[in-house]
């Protein structure tokens, strides 16, 4: 298998997560998105980290793998928080600090 | 070897698809039905690759944790907006326009440095898998204050969350 097989299949889930955050309304697909973009990086350390022989590939993607939680737990408490306020999860109606 | 390609190009294309359903499907109930087959099939990379506990924690983690928050999540704040969740038209252009070029600048990088370089080009007997016992030596030796930091990071997260969701007393 090549390397750049799997580095070519992040580079390509990483761009379709890309265009979900920029793309999308509604605020939890844009999260989902976002984890798209983490498991692009993911397979990426694991790529590398499999061509080096060592495990601080996989030790970096379990660390990311942790971050993602947290990440995922206050965003969805922050989009509860958004629909409970304003009965919408529509990102675009979140514009109170525009100038 | 052959069985490997072929098993990557399976769970490459599987993937493929079911990324561009996330992101394009009007159901955002479907939306995480399919996040489910592109975590899955991350781990499945992982198994492939050698790298087992992460596959393993990719499971756990994320289809089993991840994915039951984000089903609540919809159901929490379920609204008519569902129906129509249809991506932007005004930012639809934009948005391929940009994830076109990004993905052609990485594309063109990755071929100019990495072309035809072999996975286990560095691996004398092939790809190994790399046991949960390496992982957890190097991770609780050298790696133990990031380690611990994450765990403080994780409780902060939560108690967070459980602020930022709680209802007001009387509200």
């Not at chain 1, 379709?16 to 989902?32: E, F, K, Q, S, T």
């Not at chain 2, 076109?100 to 072999?118: H, N, S």
Request: aromatic content about 8%; charged content about 15%.
């Amino acid at each position: 298998m090549l390397l750049n097989e799997m580095l070519f299949l992040g580079a390509v889930l990483f761009c379709i997560g890309v265009y979900g955050v920029l793309a999308r309304r509604n605020g939890v697909l844009v999260l989902m998105s976002i984890e798209l973009i983490l498991n692009a990086v993911n397979i990426n350390l694991i790529a590398f980290g499999a061509f080096h022989d060592t495990v601080m590939g996989q030790i970096f993607a379990l660390f990311v793998i942790t971050v993602a939680a947290a990440e995922v737990g206050i965003g969805l408490a922050i989009v509860l928080l958004l629909y409970r306020n304003r009965r919408s999860i529509d990102l675009d109606q979140v514009d109170l600090m525009k100038g | 070897m052959i069985a490997e390609h072929v098993a990557f190009g399976i769970i490459a294309a599987v993937m493929v698809a079911s990324a561009l359903r996330v992101v394009t499907t009007r159901d955002i109930m479907h939306a995480a039905l399919y996040l489910v087959i592109v975590l899955a099939g991350v781990a499945a990379l992982f198994l492939l690759v050698g790298a087992e506990f992460t596959g393993i924690t990719q499971v756990l983690i994320y289809i089993g944790a991840v994915i039951v928050l984000f089903l609540f999540g919809i159901m929490l704040t379920r609204s008519d907006f569902d129906q129509d969740t249809e991506p932007d038209h005004k930012r639809k252009f934009p948005a391929v326009l940009t994830a076109l070029l990004l993905l052609a600048v990485m594309i063109g990088a990755l071929v100019d440095r990495f072309e035809g370089i072999k996975l286990d080009a560095n691996l004398p007997d092939g790809l190994t898998p790399q046991t949960t016992a390496q992982v957890s030596d190097e991770l609780f030796s050298q790696y133990i204050v990031p380690f611990e930091a994450v765990s403080v990071l994780l409780l902060a997260a939560l108690i967070g969350a459980i602020v930022i969701a709680r209802r007001e007393e009387g509200g």
